[in-house]
């Protein structure tokens, strides 16, 4: 067991990579390559991951993301800072939708 999943996702990796070796592999190389220094370095990918982790709701990638910001040099103000953003992407998405409820309003009134 890692410091960032529970025993049962360990328990799901080692049953996805015996079940489907390739992919398996092929996800994990992907993985790597994504999160490799390029035109981003590692520490700014991670900080796009702990928002997108917020998004998603996902407790392994918020718990995982986090601890690899850091590891990478992101401060806690940083970290934070990214959640931030992530929360007022969210909640952006919830009042630019409203343009769908006016929609159907308006349907509703001339139906």
């Known amino acids: 067991m890692t410091k960032n999943q529970p025993e049962s996702a360990m328990s799901a990796r080692e049953r996805r ?15 790597r ?12 990918k991670e900080l796009i991951a702990v928002a997108v982790a917020h998004v998603t709701q996902c407790p392994y990638c918020i718990r995982g993301h986090t601890k690899s ?8 103000e940083e970290i934070l800072e990214a959640i931030w953003v992530a929360s007022e992407m969210r909640a ?10 006016f929609e ?6 001339d139906g």
């Open 92 to 101: 952006g998405a919830a009042v630019a939708h409203s343009a769908l409820a």
């Open 69 to 76: 910001a850091k590891r990478h040099g992101a401060t806690s």
């Open 33 to 44: 390559a994504v999160f490799a220094d390029g035109a981003l370095s590692r520490k700014t």
């Open 17 to 31: 990579a015996a079940l489907s070796p390739a992919q398996d592999k092929a996800f994990r190389e992907f993985s």
């Open 104 to 109: 159907a309003l308006d349907e509703a009134e």
